[in-house]
DNA sequence: CACTTCGTAACTACTATCATTACATGAAAA
DNA sequence: TTTTCATGTAATGATAGTAGTTACGAAGTG
């Protein structure tokens, strides 16, 4: 199956809109994301439960950040996608009768929880500031090697 | 989609030759994982090229195991089914030109890929033998609650 | 030769993601 | 108040991956 895309398209799409002093159209967004409005909406509407977005209808609406940009870590995007699955591979039965299967399941079920736990630290150790100066970084770079190139 | 469970299929399989001194057939296999011989043997191909298993044709024909169940991680397992992909979630655009969005990958690779190798790393730690172990003293602790009920 | 068992291709069912269409709702501008 | 803009959301379709199933060929045993 296609893999979920959602979080990585969220993040570019905060990031654009940390670049505006106004709001950002779901138009708007679609076509930096390449994608469709009605996805972007979509997609935009559990960070807007959560607070880390506003959007306004009408004239002059769209979608603006709800919050500063160092108060967001990638951890919070991801509970607002509704912390959606992180690994394609799991057990075959939950809970299984077999105490072979118990065997296995034990096993991978420690190792994938780590994992899980480690990743999610690392999502909280990322504030969408942290992703902004990094942008900013890479422009200055992109201007730097356009003046000298070769 | 459906998650892929081929890693917790052929644990539970390879466990179950380990207690049999005979090769088992697919069908028997298949009856072990609630599923269908020919899933088995699609799933088996990898770890017979692999050298993990080895398959018979004809009477008494069947899958064995290749190796003592020391010698065999998880990790050699996962190897052996093609490493399949372990996250369900990915960028939108893997090289992107957007530099917003080269920042925001940059970012989550980083995280996965750390949360890859850890994961990576465990699966290696833990040989069929651990599990066998495990199963086996899933197997006491079963049999003497049904001794001592209540 | 008869029988068993694997090897594999082809087809189906199910599920998840994303794209698209259609239309209702709400807010600002004219 | 009417028009216009923009979101909110349901419904539908396109695509892809996993697993189940059928069918048949290949290879080995008795």
Redesign the interface.
């Known amino acids: 199956?296609?893999?979920?895309?959602?979080?990585?398209?969220v993040?570019?799409a905060l990031?654009?809109m940390a670049?505006r002093d106004r709001p950002m159209t779901s138009e708007e967004l679609a076509v930096?994301?390449?994608t469709n409005p009605v996805v972007v909406r979509r997609t935009m509407a559990g960070l807007r439960e959560a607070g880390l977005v506003i959007s306004g209808r009408g004239h002059g609406g769209g979608w603006a950040l709800g919050r500063p940009l160092e108060d967001v870590t990638?951890r919070d995007i991801y509970a607002a996608l509704g912390e959606?699955?992180?690994?394609?591979?799991?057990?075959?039965?939950e809970s299984p009768g077999?105490?072979?299967?118990?065997?296995?399941?034990?096993?991978?079920d420690?190792?994938?929880h780590?994992?899980?736990a480690?990743?999610i630290a690392?999502?909280g150790e990322?504030t969408l500031a942290?992703?902004?100066d990094?942008?900013k970084r890479?422009?200055a770079e992109?201007r730097a090697a356009l003046k000298q190139p070769g």
């Open positions: 199956m296609k893999r979920n895309s959602r979080l990585s398209a993040l570019h990031l654009h670049e930096c994301l390449h990638m959606p699955m992180l690994f394609q591979m799991g057990n075959v039965t077999c105490l072979v299967e118990q065997a296995v399941n034990h096993a991978l420690d190792a994938f780590d994992a899980e480690m990743l690392r999502l990322v942290t992703l902004a990094d942008f890479r422009f992109h």
